[in-house]
């Protein structure tokens, strides 16, 4: 069965950190670009990381560049992302999609997680 699992998320203070884990069953993620997404309330879905599988280049949106970081385990058939400093606008469900290549529209994602709530607060 082809499926993404995500792990992590939760309740934190304005400037504390979390980690999410994306593991993919049924694919490897060594054949896909994984991206971070996140929804916030009321707000369209949007891209805010992604590591592609040709060579392993990651990009970020500007508002997290530098606080967050998003990685794989092959091994573990695991994408990750770090989350730094975080501030209250991070806010959102996040997600984890599988797609052929990270430029690509929200739509073109193939596989989808199903989601994990980050509550930034003050």
């Known amino acids: 069965q082809v499926q993404l699992v995500q792990s992590g998320g939760g309740l934190v203070q304005s400037g504390g950190s979390l980690r999410l884990s994306c593991a993919a069953s049924?694919?490897?993620?060594?054949?896909?670009?994984i991206g971070w997404f996140r929804q916030g309330a009321g707000k369209d879905r949007e891209r805010i990381a992604c590591?592609?599988?040709?060579?392993?280049?990651?990009s970020y949106l500007s508002s997290v560049n530098g606080r967050f970081t998003i990685s794989r385990d092959t091994a573990k058939n695991t994408v990750y992302l770090q989350m730094n400093n975080l501030k209250t606008e991070d806010t959102a469900v996040y997600y984890c999609?599988?797609?052929?290549?990270?430029?690509?529209?929200?739509?073109?994602?193939?596989?989808w997680g199903q989601g994990t709530q980050v509550t930034v607060s003050s």
């Open positions: 049924g694919f490897s993620v060594d054949n896909f670009d």
């Open positions: 590591i592609s599988h040709q060579g392993g280049g990651s």
């Open positions: 999609g599988a797609s052929a290549f990270c430029g690509g529209y929200v739509q073109e994602v193939i596989h």
